[in-house]
């Protein structure tokens, strides 16, 4: 555990130009969006794990739908909180995230990997074509125009990430100058695999021990919220 001065200290130091954040689950918890590990991940007693599969889907096409409704009506009602906004000032920074819920995106920032998807998009299960739908369907589970299911265009647990998605990130995070790895536990992978590829200064911001902790300099135990429009206050300073 680092104290946030300690790393607001290397900052001032480096003065980091390319800015890399990498952002999972708890970046949002502080927007009250669940994240899947934790209190409030659970919906009508099923663990994450057991409906965001394609053999769930396979099985029961409408549980998951009424399961991703839920989560997209309390996306959809949510807002970006101030770690988001503080990210967003840094218009040059890549955000590489495992987010689903679009909020980097309307919180401004512009140069963003969606690693897992976007909630918000669907995809037809025959044809493929992917489209954007974001209020909430009328009939559930919902079909595509040529009849086929349509599911969410997310990446699930046993799903292959794009390669083109993860060389990009993975450059990116090779090359920047520092890395911000905020809010995810670390033990999804290939995701998690990016944080030790990074050769600049390294921060995490989590209010709680994770795995990704050992891959950093500095490991901030507090709340994204809270943290990081200092580190990235500290950042613009530094470059000023
Ligand atoms: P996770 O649920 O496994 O872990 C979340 C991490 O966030 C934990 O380590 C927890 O300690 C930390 N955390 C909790 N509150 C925090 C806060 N206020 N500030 C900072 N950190 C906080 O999430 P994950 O590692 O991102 O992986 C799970 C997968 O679930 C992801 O790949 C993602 O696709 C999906 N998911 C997405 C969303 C979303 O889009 N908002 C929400 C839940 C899950």
Redesign the pocket.
Known sequence: MSSIEDAIAAIHDRAPRTVAVLT???????SG??????AG?LWRNFH?QQLATPEAFRRDPALVWEWYEWRRGL?RDAHPNAAHEAIARLSDAAVIT????G?HARAGSRNIIEL?GN?FRVRCTREGTRTMHEQAFDEIPPHCACGALLRPD??WFGESLSNEDLAKAAAVVRDADIVLI???????YP?AGLAPLAQGITIE????A?EAAEHVRYSIQM???QATPRIISAIEEARA
Request: glycine residues 14%.
């Open positions: 999972g689950a708890g970046v949002s918890a502080d969006i669940p994240t899947f590990r934790g991940g994450p996306i495992q987010n689903v819920d909020l897992h909630i997310v990446v905020i809010g995810t536990s670390g033990v999804v995701a911001i989590n209010p709680d994770s709340r994204a919220a």
